[in-house]
């Protein structure tokens, strides 16, 4: 039994002739399955579909064709019971300014019908630590704070399934750290998760599965262990004393090679293939003197980005 499952999942957005808009096909025969208990991602870079799927799941979204059951309930046969196994932190924050944490947390369960005396107001205000915050107003919340009254909103009805979408786009290190505490305490308390991110070390570092998404296509559902194994790539940026524009692609037929200017290249390497000192040494060979070396991560876009171009 899954949190979620979906089959042959067709999104088409249709054209738009005020925006000029055309057709876009969102999401191809996308498939997915999403074990309970999980903390399971949904990575790829901006466009994939992400947020169509996940607004497929909450139906704000309709879908054009395919199948989807979220906690055993069929969207569109047992819309209510599938609606209820969910809550939904969006992409964007929405809230109102005139609301107290406290109260935005009241409103959202009366809209869930949650009773008053089911409430877990105060519990998950101090779960996501907002509780000395509990009577402020909304516009008063820092940003970090608002996404995380965003969490405990999404949770007033109890959900066994917890969704964000793109939780940490563009928010800072330190909350970036505590959003992650917030929901690695939230599954070991028995929630699953699933999140959409565009960062690969978002995923490697919170996910136990992970499932590439690109133009509306999975590429990939996995383990994270097994994922990393295959796509992690590192960069090099290495900075010549040589000011013509260096020619060394011939050198580098094994990598991802390109020229960043006069005197700069960049050389994206998987680890398992080939190390750094290696590459410095296939440039020295060639009498070419470096005068900086810079190591960079790459994100997941850059990864997919020197996959389709070495092929
Ligand atoms: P992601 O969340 O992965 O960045 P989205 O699901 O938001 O991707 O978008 C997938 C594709 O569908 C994009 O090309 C986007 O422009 C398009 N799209 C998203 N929402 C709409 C919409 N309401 N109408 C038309 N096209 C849309
Ligand atoms: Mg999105």
Known sequence: MYAIEAKNLNKIYAANKKTRSPEKHALKDFDIQIPRGSIYGLLGPNGAGKSTFINILASLVMKTSGEVKIWESDIDSATRQARASIGIVPQEINLDPFFTPAQALDMQAGL??????????????????????????????????????????ALVHTPPILILDEPTAGVDVELRQMLWQNVR???????????????????????????????????????????????????????????????????????????????????RYNPADINAGDIIERIRKKKNTIIDISTQEPDLEDVFLSLTRSK
């Open 112 to 153: 869930y019908g949650v009773p008053k005396d089911k409430r877990r107001t105060e519990e998950l205000l101090e779960l996501v630590g907002l509780s000395d915050k509990a009577n402020a107003y909304a516009r008063s919340l820092s940003g970090g704070m608002k996404r995380r009254l965003m969490i405990a909103k």
């Open 185 to 267: 305490a939230l599954n070991k308390a028995g929630t699953t998760i699933l999140l959409t991110t565009h960062y690969l070390e978002e995923a490697e570092e919170l996910c136990d599965h992970i499932a590439i998404i690109n133009h509306g296509k999975k590429i990939k559902d996995t383990t994270k262990d097994r994922l990393i194994g295959q796509i992690e790539s590192k960069e090099l940026l290495i900075t010549l004393a040589e000011t013509t524009a260096p020619r060394m692609a011939d050198l580098f037929k094994d990598c991802f090679f390109s020229n960043e200017g006069k005197n700069k290249v960049l050389i």
